[in-house]
């Protein structure tokens, strides 16, 4: 599986590195197609978001639901996102100009970029209540799935039998048979056969490891998720019905709270280091 290699700048490097004019971005690079989205965006923080501050701040929830879904009707939460699944296929400078745009929108700029990827997910029932939701983005974690059932069974899954790999292909499958938008992205990989059984997901996280061992692979690499096969019917979950699937479900349980106390420890050493300056 070639890639290509191109360059890529990090941070402020081309202050102090020598480097190609063509590879730094700069506004008066943008296309027409790039201020046109610039300009939407602008107008809609400064006609829409900014009058609204105030509520806003007050956390107005109302308010904040109803602007981050004329967002979504302006194309402004898919900018980047293919056709197929409700985006508008623009590219990632468009993405960017979008953000910096929203930027100015004060608080309501969190609460945009808020709505881009719900991630600890471990179990059925979160992608069924996030698909309802309408949430854009999920990130089921393959090899934290895989890790748990290794460590509980003694089993080391290879293929198609990975828990991790089957969630993913179950998740997919009942998001394409039921013509939900949410996009599935697996995450969290242990090895190269579970990417591999996952050839076809909307969006892969893949470490450069192991992009580096799939760069080294040149045999054809079979597409085996895609729109159209069968999946399950579509569901909705009260609270109460969501809780017990979750409750159930003993794998998802015990790492959706290890990942939120892992996450909560992981921002109370950033709180110090900012107290620290």
Same mark, same amino acid.
């Given at each position: ?74 194309? &402004? ?24 745009? =929203?930027?100015?929108?004060?608080? /309501?700029?969190?609460? /945009? ?7 600890? &997910? ?18 089921? /974690? ?6 748990? !059932? ?22 997919? %499958?009942? !998001?394409?048979? %039921? ?9 969290? /990989? ?7 059984? &996952? ?29 159209? @096969? ?20 003993? =794998? ?17 050493? &950033?709180?110090? @280091?900012?107290?620290?300056?």
């Amino acid at each position: 599986m070639p890639t290509s290699e191109t360059s890529q700048l990090r941070g402020g490097a081309w202050l102090i590195e020598s480097t190609d004019f063509r590879e730094v971005l700069t506004p008066e690079r943008l296309t027409d197609e790039h201020r046109l989205i610039g300009n939407t965006t602008q107008e809609f923080v400064e006609q829409e978001v900014l009058p609204e501050l105030n509520r806003l701040e007050q956390h107005d929830w109302t308010i904040a639901r109803r602007l981050i879904k004329r967002c979504g009707d302006l194309g &402004l939460l898919g900018v980047d996102v293919p056709e197929v699944y409700g985006g508008l296929n623009l590219d990632k400078i468009s993405s960017l100009v979008v953000s910096e745009r =929203m930027a100015t929108a004060a608080s /309501f700029g969190a609460t /945009f970029g808020g709505q881009t990827n719900l991630t600890l &997910l471990f179990s059925f029932a979160q992608a069924v209540a996030c698909a309802d939701a309408g949430v854009f983005l999920i990130s089921p /974690f393959v090899g934290r799935i895989y890790d748990w !059932y290794k460590k509980s069974t003694g089993t080391d899954y290879v293929g198609a039998e990975d828990p991790g790999v089957q969630s993913v292909t179950r998740i997919y %499958n009942y !998001y394409k048979a %039921n013509d939900y938008k949410t996009v599935v992205m697996g995450a969290s /990989f242990r090895n190269v056969g579970q990417i591999e059984q &996952l050839a076809g997901c909307d969006r892969l996280t893949i470490s450069p490891e192991l992009l580096g061992k799939l760069s080294q692979d040149n045999a054809e690499l079979p597409r085996l998720l895609s729109p159209g @096969q069968a999946g399950e019917a579509r569901q909705s979950l009260n609270e109460a019905q969501f809780r017990w699937a979750l409750n159930e479900d003993a =794998m998802a349980t015990e790492k959706l709270a290890e990942g939120i106390r892992l996450f909560a420890r992981d921002q109370e050493k &950033l709180e110090k @280091q900012f107290s620290a300056l």
